[in-house]
């Protein structure tokens, strides 16, 4: 019979053989799977991709007029503020009163 060593070296043994063949097996599938070749690009997919560039220059375009609107409403509301206190008068002071010593 086999003692105990024995049957642990030959089922490792096994199993590392059987691990390093499933492993080249995959290795051959993988380097004879077929490959596809590149598609070269069509007239329809540039004709969308030149779409898409119009619409972000437009929305580059929008963005930037909504900054500019906001900086232009911020200088009028500044140059309200600026003006509605130069034209409020300065609280008049209260009368003096006399008092007796």
Known sequence: ??????????????????AFWAAVYGWGKWLTRPR?????SSFAQD???ERIELALEAI????????ENQRFTAKLLAERDRVQ????????SPPRVITPH
Do not use: F, H, W, Y
């Not at 019979?1 to 059987?18: E, F």
């Open 1 to 18: 019979m086999i003692d105990g060593k024995a049957a642990v070296m030959i089922g490792s043994s096994l199993a590392g053989a059987i």
């Open 36 to 40: 596809r070749e590149p598609q070269p």
């Open 47 to 49: 004709a969308r991709l």
């Open 60 to 67: 580059a375009i929008e963005i930037e007029r909504l900054g």
């Open 85 to 92: 206190q130069a034209m409020v008068s300065p609280p008049p």
